[in-house]
């Protein structure tokens, strides 16, 4: 089914199609194609859209067409609200939404805030006020807070990852908000997962919603060959310079579970004479955006990324993801190689296992009902053998939920006096 017969009105299809093509879209994703006609109907969505399927485009285009439809309010009041989990995923959303806009006959103001920068620019950017806003909740609350916006004219809101949004603790932030919007409005909800606390949540927002869950269509489904080659973790560093040189990869994204590792771990690379930055949360957000775009640009050719780079970016073309450090789920593993092989590019996944952490992999595999075969590289051999200790006595190197109780320690301890 081609864009054009999605429902947009004769008076603005051109427009956004001239937008869609310069993106180089040919045709809707499956998420699209569902949730398109069900928001220009009017109606709630409920949309279960996982990483790559194309969700922004989903919620941009309909609500761009909403927006422009409607006769803007005067003064300008935000009329469209899109909240998300981070301020990467916030600058992402931002600037799609600004470039499927750009050729609509009236300019339609788009304002993105997030946390961690200084909120004084945010403030005077809003003087004349937002038709849409794309926010991280905790900055909204405090823009509302300092009487830079209202929020009662908002028509139409987006939730986007409402899962990670419940994860990473904004929960009463949300409710905050919700209970600032008008109650007569539509609502879009988007989350990869739906543990009960996101049903809920859904179940307490939306009017009738229509349901959306898509296989992931061929165009959008993504193509990701996964590896897992064993090695010492001592041995780590070592191999994945050469995996850089040899597999030829222009830039990877790799994963380790901390700050420090991050550090460390580029910081060899980069004596290694390969460009390499670390990722993390405690880097300030000029550095993390300087990051990104070097990264894109392929002025850096390895970020080396703790989880906080595991949602919500989006690199045309990445080749190829290294976990250096398993992630400690099953889920975090599928947001970390959704990095790679988005929207119908093919790339690679590659874990570092142990001895140690076998055990764990192998749960992450079992979630995913996969088996990959164990891989070695010449030079780069395993020689740990994982013996069970007192502290692991399944063996099971550490796996969530199986880590000893406070009477396993004491007993081990116990025993080691
Ligand atoms: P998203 O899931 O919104 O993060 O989108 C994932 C990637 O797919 C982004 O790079 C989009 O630019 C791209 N994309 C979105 N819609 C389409 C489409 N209809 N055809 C091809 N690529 C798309």
């Given at each position: 089914m081609p864009f054009s017969s999605l429902g947009f009105s004769p008076a603005l299809l051109p427009a956004l199609l001239r937008a869609i093509t310069e993106k180089g879209y040919s045709a809707p994703t499956a998420i699209q194609a569902e949730a398109i006609p069900a928001v220009l109907q009017g109606r709630d969505i409920v949309a279960s859209a996982q990483t790559g399927s194309g969700k922004t485009a989903a919620f941009a285009l309909p609500l761009l067409h909403q927006l422009a439809e409607a006769p803007a309010g005067s003064p300008r009041r935000v009329r469209a609200l899109v909240l998300v989990p981070t301020r990467e995923l916030a600058a992402q959303v931002g600037e799609a939404i600004v470039s499927l806009a750009q050729h609509l006959p009236q300019r339609l103001k788009v304002a993105v805030v997030f946390g961690g920068v200084s909120i004084n620019p945010q403030m005077m950017n809003l003087r004349g006020g937002a038709d849409i806003m794309v926010a991280t909740p905790g900055r909204l609350i405090d823009l509302i807070e300092h009487n830079a916006?209202?929020?009662?004219?908002?028509?139409l809101l987006v939730l986007d990852e409402a899962d990670r949004l419940l994860d990473l603790g904004f929960g009463e932030e949300l409710a905050r908000l919700l209970a600032l919007l008008p109650a007569r409005r539509q609502s879009l909800f988007f989350s990869a997962t739906f543990p009960p606390a996101i049903e809920a949540l859904a179940a307490g927002m939306l009017h009738e919603p229509v349901r959306i869950e898509v296989q992931a269509a061929p165009q959008a489904e993504p193509d990701i060959v996964q590896r897992a080659i064993e090695v010492d973790p001592r041995s780590r560093t070592q191999l994945l310079r050469h995996l850089v040189q040899t597999e030829k990869w222009d830039r990877v994204l790799v994963f380790v579970a901390t700050k420090h590792a991050a550090e460390i771990v580029a910081d060899k690379l980069r004596k290694a004479d390969i460009q390499a930055e670390p990722f993390h949360g405690e880097l300030s957000q000029g550095k993390r955006s300087q990051v990104l775009q070097d990264f894109k640009l392929k002025a850096v050719q390895v970020v080396v990324a703790?989880?906080?780079?595991?949602?919500?970016l989006d690199i045309a073309q990445l080749p190829a993801v290294v976990n250096y450090d398993l992630p400690r789920s099953s889920v975090d593993y599928i947001h970390r190689i959704g990095?790679?092989?988005?929207?119908?590019e093919t790339g690679i996944a590659i874990s570092f296992v142990s001895a140690a952490t076998e055990a764990h992999f192998r749960l992450i595999e079992k979630r995913q009902k996969s088996s990959l075969p164990r891989e070695q590289v010449a030079g780069f051999e395993p020689v740990e053998v994982q013996a069970p200790s007192a502290l692991d006595p399944a063996g099971t190197g550490g796996i969530k939920g199986k880590r000893p109780s406070k009477k396993d320690k004491l007993r081990a301890l116990a025993a080691e006096k």
């Open positions: 916006l209202t929020l009662s004219a908002v028509g703790t989880d906080v780079a595991a949602r919500g990095r790679t092989g988005r929207a119908g």
